[in-house]
């Protein structure tokens, strides 16, 4: 059965660091795009960052380019993650990770783009 599964989210102050991981099971990451996005209430689900499987390029949303990190675990080829410095409280959010075969990552993308999705976690931000 394939399914991601996100941890790490949370409560934290403005400012601080926070890293957010995903575990696939049932398949492995090597051949997939990754992405993270998030979402608030009222609004759409939103790309916030994506690595390329084909040559490891990355794509972030702007007001998290610089901030937030995306990358893949290269020892366990089933988990990835998403660290994000200098948090805001505009930053608090659900986030959930997402993989697809065929993306290619040249934007951070939008939810047709990806085909499997994890569940949300939830990060806050206070000020």
């Known amino acids: 059965q394939v399914q991601l599964v996100e941890s790490g989210g949370g409560l934290v102050h403005g400012g601080e660091t926070l890293t957010l991981s995903c575990v696939a099971s049932?398949?492995?990451?090597?051949?997939?795009?990754l992405g993270w996005f998030r979402q608030v209430p009222g609004k759409e689900r939103e790309g916030i960052a994506c690595l390329s499987k084909r040559d490891g390029t990355t794509n972030y949303e702007p007001s998290v380019k610089g901030r937030f990190t995306i990358r893949r675990d290269n020892a366990k080829n089933t988990i990835f993650y998403l660290q994000m410095n200098s948090l805001k409280p505009e930053d608090t959010a659900v986030y959930t990770c997402a993989t697809d075969f065929f993306f290619k990552c040249t934007s951070p993308g939008t939810k047709r783009d990806f085909n499997y999705w994890g569940r949300g976690t939830q990060v806050t931000v206070a000020s």
């Open positions: 049932g398949f492995t990451l090597d051949a997939y795009t």
